[in-house]
């Protein structure tokens, strides 16, 4: 049993060494590629311009008129209505469907006083 557990703890341990040392390694990596230096020369040697589109991925802007609808059709206003010829008949009430078997409380339970 004892050395089980010694098996256990020494490859935890070589597992631990080898995560750091790969971190380790990734970040001198890291720091090679990106140093400060290698960032100042590459921006100086070619300037380059970015657009929205670039660097947020969004597309450019429409102009207001595509917007108008907006303001038109407002879905948050108390008098809107539908312009659709379905919506405007008179809605009938629809039953709720029968029940094949009646659901059964069978108990209840209690958490933190409620």
Known sequence: ???RIVVINLLLLVGVLF???????GWNTFKQNYSPEMMMEAAQAE??????????GVE????LPTFLVVSE???FT???????????????????P????????????????Q
């Open 19 to 25: 995560l750091a040392w790969r971190q380790q390694s």
């Open 98 to 113: 029968a029940w094949a078997v009646r659901p059964t409380l069978h108990g209840i339970s209690e958490v933190g006083g």
């Open 47 to 56: 300037p380059v311009l970015l657009t929205l589109t670039d660097v947020l």
């Open 60 to 63: 450019e802007p429409q102009s």
């Open 78 to 96: 108390e008098e809107r209505r539908s312009t659709s010829e379905e919506t405007s008949q008179t809605l009938t009430q629809e039953k709720p």
């Open 1 to 3: 049993m004892r050395g």
């Open 73 to 75: 059709k407002n879905l």
